[in-house]
């Protein structure tokens, strides 16, 4: 069963007021009720670009981050990256 472009993007809609509210009372660093809802909004982009290639072949020019920044060097995709990265640490 497919799921409707619009209703996706309408709990995609939902899902980032919420995350701006979280953030907006945030309590410490660590706070539950953010990370929550960054989760919700990740979730939330996943169905609706999934509903939006399932209905039109189409995709949106955003992606979600697995939020890890250790792995920097691991996103490097082909050479020409690679190598700026290397010359920048010498």
Known sequence: ??????????????ALEEH??????????????????FFAVADAF???DDALYEAY?????????DGDED???????DEEDLEILQNSEN
């Open 71 to 77: 792995d920097d060097e691991d996103d490097v995709d």
């Open 1 to 14: 069963m497919s799921i409707d472009p619009r209703v996706a993007l309408q709990s995609l809609t939902s």
């Open 57 to 65: 072949g189409e995709v949106t020019p955003l992606e979600v981050i």
């Open 20 to 37: 701006l509210a979280a953030a907006s009372a945030r309590r410490s660093d660590g706070d539950p009720a953010v990370e929550a809802a």
């Open 46 to 48: 996943e169905v609706y």
